[in-house]
């Protein structure tokens, strides 16, 4: 390998948002100075990746602790964009970073993918939160309990930036929406939907309509998933080009999000769009029982945290590089009807 070489590794490859990472990564004008590996778990598309997209792979997964630790301490940066809840496989990560920073002097860069989740309440769709959080206001985000979702790791990757063996930046995306699209996508290695609104068309086409907790009243804020990229390639470009630009550690939190919406409005849309195609029985929202939530969201705390309010500015994106996030809210609605129609036709393929 040529010393001026960039070595990156990125988790995550054959999902919705590192698979857009990477093909950004893979499409860079700078693509010949990128070193570039990946973990996966299936050996047909690591061959495809390696053979196709010249990324060099490792068939694993995150519980191989031993292959986390070793292809993080060969990279000067990690991108992580696969369980951003694993304790294990962050400490394996770090593991690697830090025997890195001790072998060689290099000061390597980790950026991590966490969630808006993290600043959740418990409306369960009864209201609209006044709280609005920002990521320039780090004191709010301090105040957050520890045992909120993704903060158990969130403040092990801070804690390691304070022990000054590694950068850490952490991307925090709300509802991202939109299909991927490229050769990533259309060759099958990536997966190119969202969690989130496929949940919603599987739940509607298995009970027969969709569902509502509370009012629906509650608040997310959405982005594309271009401009959700965007803002990762804008980090990964400021690091390599003027790190003390852009913020990490206790600093480093980015929001992402463009714009916010009542769960209620894309609920409606994907019930009138199955509705139209004859696949529910009703386009009316019908309320979840108790009951129902572990049936269809896999847990109750999935469903709450869907209708609870996560209102967040992303502030320090604009600010430090100059992310412009180009789609809307209303970019996302007017489009839903096709998505859940894309969506579909992927969940008839499966049947068929």
Not at 43 to 48: I, M, S, T, Y
Request: charged share 25%.
């Amino acid at each position: 390998m040529s010393s001026n070489k960039v070595t990156i590794f990125l988790t995550g490859a054959t999902g919705y948002i590192g698979g857009s990472v990477l093909q950004r990564l893979i499409q860079h004008p700078d693509r010949q100075n990128f070193e570039i590996s990946a973990l996966v778990r299936n050996a047909d598309k690591a061959k495809q990746l390696e053979d196709k997209f010249g990324v060099k792979t490792v068939v694993g997964s995150l519980q191989d602790l031993d292959k986390l630790f070793s292809l993080s301490e060969n990279a000067h940066v990690v991108i992580h964009t696969a369980d951003c809840d694993d304790v294990n496989a962050i400490n394996a990560i770090l593991g690697g970073l830090r025997a890195r920073h001790e072998k060689t002097g290099d000061l390597p860069v980790l950026i991590h993918t966490s969630g808006l989740a993290e600043i959740v309440d418990d409306a369960r769709g009864d209201y609209v939160s006044d709280k609005v959080y920002s990521d320039l206001d780090i004191a709010s985000i301090e105040a957050l309990p520890p045992t909120a979702l993704h903060r158990p790791v969130d403040l092990l990757i801070v804690a390691a930036d304070e022990a000054g063996y590694v950068r850490t930046h952490i991307v925090l995306p709300s509802v991202i929406f939109g299909p991927a699209t490229g050769p990533l996508f259309d060759s099958g290695i990536s997966n190119p939907h969202t969690i989130s609104i496929p949940l919603f068309v599987r739940i509607g086409l298995t009970r027969g309509s969709l569902g509502i907790i509370g009012k629906g009243a509650s608040v997310w804020g959405a982005v594309h998933i271009e401009d959700t990229v965007g803002l990762y390639i804008g980090i990964f470009n400021t690091v390599l080009s003027n790190p003390d630009k852009v913020s990490h550690g206790r600093e480093g939190y980015f929001f992402v999000e463009n714009g916010e919406f009542p769960m209620v409005e894309p609920s409606r849309i994907i019930a009138d769009t199955l509705f139209e195609r004859g696949r529910v029985r009703t386009n009316e929202l019908v309320p979840f029982t108790e009951e129902e939530l572990p049936k269809y969201f896999g847990h109750e705390i999935i469903a709450y945290l869907l209708y609870a309010n996560s209102r967040g500015k992303a502030e320090r994106a604009r600010k430090e590089f100059g992310w412009t996030p180009k789609y809307t809210v209303k970019d996302f609605l007017q489009g839903l009807k096709s998505e859940v129609e894309l969506i579909l036709k992927r969940e008839d393929a499966k049947q068929s």
